[in-house]
């Protein structure tokens, strides 16, 4: 079974949609491992089905998807088959996800600091929430009047990173961060991703980063799958794929990150 | 920026509602009327224990028709009775009717809708197929099943008859709002936290469709007067006791002889009562917006 050092070890998940002729598979038998403390990053363009491996971690896809088969052990205990009484004790407290889009990630009629506090009032008992949302504001770097203010009147980078901190309220030993960038301006970016690698190394927090970004891989990731039409094409450390890329497409997804000085 | 969590939605809506002068205005009047209203049902108690004729039922043959004047402000109607009195009276009707069927057709109307939308699948064809039914069936037939097969007599089978078959508008708003805004990345992100079904379905959800709910609630009032006025017509719904239902019927016969006062303070009173819970209803929703002003 799964090693004590790996959070988390997906073995062979496959998440199919439809049926007969119609059968689309999304996520076709793919493994991968999280260490604990790791940084892994799945990249792959829009449609590779990196999105739903990630969804399908605490049976999140969409109603129409499929687990047809597999396995995703969390601390060696297989998720999938979990009912969803536990498995919505297991999200949040255990896996949080941020995702792509964090102007629509809140709710629009109530606070930041509210729903950070719907996340701790979840998770944690008897706990004096005001002083945790405070505490989770500055872990980002935000002043703590903001848990006042609504979605609407922050910015996209603001809301990212309360977005993070909703996400850290109740300790997750794994974050998966879907996206989580590219709705951003790209000073942001770098804002929010110096953020992610600081908080990994203070918490101690397991990160599986999702993207098509090859630019983020570089900074953050400690190893690194690719993805293309639902199955896993090429995985090493960051450094090997980066400087010796194997897959065809690897190399493709590598030169598709915009250069500002091209070469000739 | 002032500094306060907790109730933020409702304290804050509160302060937005504070600065919106025509809403207080409509607040102010919405709070006359639920006086007159219990000022109404305080008289009709203490005449009915007392057993004795209340004022606004006393006959008097000698004021038929006067006009509204120094003794009788609003005029008298065809039996001499006081016209003010009895649209005092009326107001509580128009109460029970509006607020006691709202408080029966709202949850329900919310709650399946809730349920269908967030749901799908088979929840929501069976909401689905039982609002149709509702829907396919001449309402007033409904309400008049319902009022005879309620034991005992007077309004308790008028609420249930208008209750129980009004709530498939709001259950087909809700239904559609709720599906609209299950598929926003809010609600994916409160599922990734951990929270439950209900919880978002009626915590997080609700909230931003509450203006659907504020202006059917507003929206409810004429339309109940009107349905009681037909029941009154009909003989299943208040008996004996000043409607505006039975009041406008009434004036509606003599209004060609120039006994216009009935007729006119009625609805004036109706128009205010309306047009009050329509704005505050406006009101209300803007002010649960936070997106709106600030």
Known sequence: MGNKENILEVQTLSVH?????????????????????????????????????????????????????????????????????????IRGSQISYIFQEPMVS??????????????????????????????????????????????????????????????????????????????????????????????????????????????????????????????????????????????????????????????? | MNMKQGQSLWNDAWRRLKNNRMAM?????????????????????????????????????????QPPGSSHWMGTDGLGRDVMARLVQGVRIAYKVGIITSLIAIPIGVVLGCLAGFFGGKVDDFIVWLYSTFASMPGLLFILAIAMVVPGKGLLGVYLGIGLTTWVGLCRLVRGEVMKHKEQTYVQAAKTLGLGSGRIMFKHILPNISHVIIVTFSLRFPAAVGTEVIMSFLGIGVQGEPSWGLMIDSARMRLWQGMWWEMTFVTIALFLLVLAFNLLGDALRDALDPRLND
């Not at chain 1, 119609?22 to 491992?33: I, P, Q, R």
């Not at chain 1, 999105?51 to 998720?79: C, D």
């Not at chain 2, 006359?32 to 109404?40: D, E, N, P, V």
């Open chain 2, 25 to 65: 205005v409509c607040l102010g009047l919405v709070i006359f009327f639920t006086l007159l209203a219990i000022y109404g049902e305080v008289v009709y108690r203490y005449h009915e224990i007392k057993d004795i004729t209340p004022a606004y039922q006393m006959t008097n043959l000698d004021q038929m028709y």
């Open chain 1, 17 to 89: 949609f439809g049926h007969g002729d119609g059968l689309v598979k999304a996520v076709d038998e793919v493994s991968f491992t999280v260490g604990r403390g790791e940084t892994v990053a799945l990249v792959g363009e829009s449609g590779s089905g990196k999105s739903i491996s990630a969804l399908s971690l605490t049976k999140l896809a969409p109603r129409a998807a499929t687990y047809a088969g597999g396995q995703v052990l969390f601390n060696n205990e297989n998720m999938l088959a979990r009912s969803d009484r536990e498995l919505r004790d």
């Open chain 1, 106 to 264: 809140f709710n629009p009629v109530f606070t930041v600091g509210w729903q950070i506090e719907e996340a701790i009032k979840l998770h944690q008992k008897g706990v004096d929430r005001k002083s945790e949302v405070d505490r989770l504001l500055d872990l980002v770097h935000l002043p703590n009047r903001l848990a006042t203010a609504y979605p609407h009147e922050m910015s996209g980078g603001q809301l990212q990173r309360c977005m993070i901190a909703m996400a850290l309220a109740c300790s997750p030993e794994l974050l998966v961060a879907d996206e989580p960038t590219t709705a951003l301006d790209v000073t942001v970016q770098r804002e929010i991703l110096n953020l992610l690698s600081e908080l990994s190394e203070k918490v101690g927090l397991s990160v599986l980063m999702i993207t098509h970004n090859f630019g983020i891989v570089s900074d953050l990731a400690d190893r690194v799958y690719v993805m293309q039409k639902g199955r896993i094409v090429e995985e090493g450390s960051t450094k090997q794929i980066l400087y010796d890329p194997q897959h065809e497409y690897t190399k493709q997804l590598m030169a598709a990150v915009p250069r500002l000085h091209p070469k000739k």
